[in-house]
């Protein structure tokens, strides 16, 4: 993983997601997706998609990218809508990875300032507050 995120943001250079997916020819539409989902991810005629829920703020709305940026490089060809309905696959081990992608891309070019909380460090680098605990 480390490795993938780092060969993105040199190729790219940014640790911009909306960027990174644009460059990837990811397509990003916003739309009402509901309660409980912020984002998806899905493939259809060979062209890519990256769907975030339009009530989201910023914050979210470039963790989510991230997040479903981070199922397009780890998890090719696979649906969580597929996993659901046709395997027994533990899709939580999914999504934890997407989430790690997720901050390990956000931080990937932003150092902790010397005295600086880590949580102020998080915030900065766009990492929603109920997500601090996957920063490793």
């Not at 490795?3 to 539409?29: D, G, M, Y």
């Not at 005629?45 to 769907?51: A, G, K």
């Not at 899709?91 to 932003?110: D, P, S, Y």
Request: a positive charge.
């Amino acid at each position: 993983m480390d490795s993938t995120i780092h060969k993105l943001v040199q190729k790219f250079k940014t640790n911009n997601p909306f960027e990174i997916a644009n460059e990837l020819n990811i397509l990003i539409r916003y739309a009402e997706l509901g309660e409980g989902t912020r984002g998806l991810y899905y493939r259809k005629l060979r062209r890519r998609f990256i769907v975030i829920d339009n009530g989201l703020n910023e914050i979210w709305q470039t963790f989510v990218c991230a997040h479903e940026l981070g199922h397009d490089r780890l998890h090719p060809g696979l649906s969580q809508f597929w996993i659901d309905e046709h395997t027994f696959f533990n899709v939580g081990k999914f999504e934890r990875q997407a989430n790690t992608f997720a901050v390990k891309l956000l931080t990937h070019m932003i150092k902790q300032e010397q005295e600086e909380p880590l949580e102020h460090y998080l915030l900065r680098c766009g990492i929603p507050k109920e997500l601090h605990k996957i920063y490793k």
